[in-house]
């Protein structure tokens, strides 16, 4: 008879081997697709190669002298010759990342700084009382506007008064 240990133990021996198993399937699929990007990796390098080669072979006959057909008297310009290269400094690796990152991670960290700052807790409390602040300002003006209005609405509806009438 089987028992529940044995049987836990075939369940359990079962899943290693699946787990196994997909394992080794992953790495064999893995394993092709680095075999296929390297494949290609070198196919684009040959083709490259090729590229140079054809450039530094049109570049060398180019530069080859070609024979002028007599001696000229003077020459104006120095037209259709090829000057010499000159020797280009080398760039350093850090030179050109501090160039391409530098400017917009400055860009960046000064807006981290701007929010974080923006959100801090002092800044939300002054601009919490700006605003009550300027709510009440607002509310009083308001207030003041109505009152004159008022004013203004009553001496409208007065009767005008002649300063004769009152005399007699």
């Known amino acids: 008879m089987d028992s529940p240990l044995t ?26 697709a680095t075999r296929a990007e390297i494949a290609a990796a070198r196919a684009e390098s040959a083709l490259l190669r090729e590229r140079v080669e054809d450039l530094a072979a049109r570049v060398e006959r180019r530069d080859a002298p070609v024979a002028a057909a007599g001696p000229a008297a003077y020459v104006i310009t120095d037209a259709g010759t090829v000057p010499p290269l000159e020797p280009r400094p080398m760039v350093s690796d850090r030179v ?22 923006a959100l801090s807790a002092e800044s939300r409390n002054r601009i919490r009382f700006e605003m009550r ?7 009083k003006q308001r207030r003041r506007e109505m009152r004159d209005a008022y004013r203004e609405a009553r ?4 009767p005008t008064e002649d300063p004769g009438a009152r005399a007699a």
């Open 155 to 158: 001496l409208a509806r007065r």
């Open 96 to 117: 050109v990342l501090n160039a391409a990152l530098g400017e917009p991670l400055v860009r960046a960290v000064a807006l981290g700084h701007g929010v974080r700052r």
């Open 133 to 139: 602040r300027e709510a009440k300002r607002a509310r």
């Open 7 to 32: 049987l836990g133990l075939a369940l359990a021996l079962g899943a290693a081997l699946l787990v196994v198993v997909a394992l080794v399937v992953q790495g064999g699929r893995a394993r092709a």
